[in-house]
């Protein structure tokens, strides 16, 4: 059983000087330059799966790697920013395109391109990379927004096997305001939540982001895009430690996109009433710091600065808990 929830008071003003000694610049760009590729599923000499969108720094160097998986209807473009910010800190980004439709009966398919796309990366990331640009695999880690969060853990949790699986291992997972379906007796298949604490089966550290207005209608003819019961905080719940939950109050469930997503996608769901590209820099510091964190690049300095003093986001971080053990 796990311990105790920890849980970091946020601070009451989001402009709050932090004490000088805790200070992180991961919600700011990174200092590599970054190179945004478009790789289609019939690129040679090896092809992809699917569609892939790959954020990599241009400088020379071996990087980690994170697999981001989008959310329902969405598309990978819509997430550039996102993943061009976690890259200049020296990640590469790795963003397929799953087929898109407005029906969504299973998770099945999804979970197994997920899987063909990690069994690509051995053969096929280098092929595309940058000159002098190589991905360190032994550092691998799988994120997912919304449906794409359901996909990554779904994943994670052994519901699609990779034929590499006995050479790649994901050393961390993280949840983008993840979606289980539309309520608690409607789970999108497989239904993976079990409403059991520190139920799910899955051996590394975990970050799970919400959104504080992911499960507020945008109006009377739409549900919630992240509804109570099938959202981060069960997911959370339902986490072993280390497990890491911080919420951005004050935005929704699709204020991580970049700007010119369409309109007509993203006034599906509740927004937040400022600029958005503070939720893209909160959600991508975050990301970088427990990527640093996990992956041994920085050990634990930005994360627990953040954990400490939450103020230290753009915007409020509320809650913000962790488990440790």
Known sequence: MAAPVQTMATTPKVLEEPPSAVITSVFQPGKLAVEVISVEHDA??????????????????TYPVAILLHGFFLQNRYYEQLLKHVASFGFIMVAPQFHTSLISNSDADDIAAAAKVTDWLPEGLPT???TGVEADLSKLAL??????????????????KTNTSSLL????????????GTGKNSQLPPAILTYEPSSFDIAVPVLVIGTGLGDERENALFPPCAPVEVNHAEFYRECRAPCYHLVT??????DMLDDDAPKLVTCLCKEGNTCKDVMRRTVA?????????VMGEDEDGDLKAILQHPGLAP?????VEYRLA
Do not use: E, Q
Request: hydrophobic share 45%.
């Open 44 to 61: 040679r000499p090896t092809p992809p799966p699917i569609p892939i969108l790959i954020a990599a720094p241009k400088d020379a160097g």
């Open 128 to 130: 595309v990379l940058p």
């Open 315 to 319: 915007t409020i971080l509320d809650p």
């Open 169 to 180: 291992k994901f050393s961390a997972l993280i949840g983008l305001d993840p979606v289980a």
């Open 285 to 293: 510091g975050i990301m970088v710091a427990f990527l640093k964190a």
């Open 249 to 254: 109050k004050d935005y929704g469930h699709l």
């Open 143 to 160: 994120a997912g927004h919304s449906r794409g969060g359901h996909t990554a853990f779904s994943l994670a949790l052994g519901y699609a």
